[in-house]
Nanobody
Framework: QVQLVESGGGLVQAGGSLRLSCEAS????????MGWFRQAPGKEREFVAAIGWNGGRTDYADSVRGRFTISRDNAKNTVFLVYLQMNSLKPEDTAVYYCAAANEGHATRADRYFFWGQGTQVTVSS
């Protein structure tokens, strides 16, 4: 059974940091692009960051570039880990953050992702 489980969300003051983690299991995600998306109340889900299957390529939304860093760890081969280090957080970063896995080596569009986690809430207070 494929599972993507996010953790690490919470409440933080503006300017603070959080590190989100995603554990993906149930299939071999070693060749899958992985990404983070977010959805704020009343808004559509939006792309945040993506990383290629071997970690060699990363992409970021303009709104988070320079503040967020995506990384991955394929070492275990049964549980695939993806991280999102978020620094200099702003109130506008408040959203539910979702981890997702693509059926291709790298993707930034949500419609290229076929497996999604349940999300973790990030709230940034001003």
């Amino acid at each position: 059974q494929v599972q993507l489980v996010e953790s690490g969300g919470g409440l933080v003051q503006a300017g603070g940091s959080l590190r989100l983690s995603c554990e993906a299991s149930g299939r071999n995600f070693g060749y899958s692009g992985m990404g983070w998306f977010r959805q704020a109340p009343g808004k559509e889900r939006e792309f945040v960051a993506a990383i290629g299957w071997n970690g060699g390529r990363t992409d970021y939304a303009d709104s988070v570039r320079g503040r967020f860093t995506i990384s991955r760890d394929n070492a275990k081969n049964t549980v695939f880990l993806v991280y999102l280090q978020m620094n200099s957080l702003k109130p506008e970063d408040t959203a539910v953050y979702y981890c997702a896995a693509a059926n291709e080596g790298h993707a930034t569009r949500a419609d290229r992702y076929f497996f999604w986690g349940q999300g973790t809430q990030v709230t940034v207070s001003s």
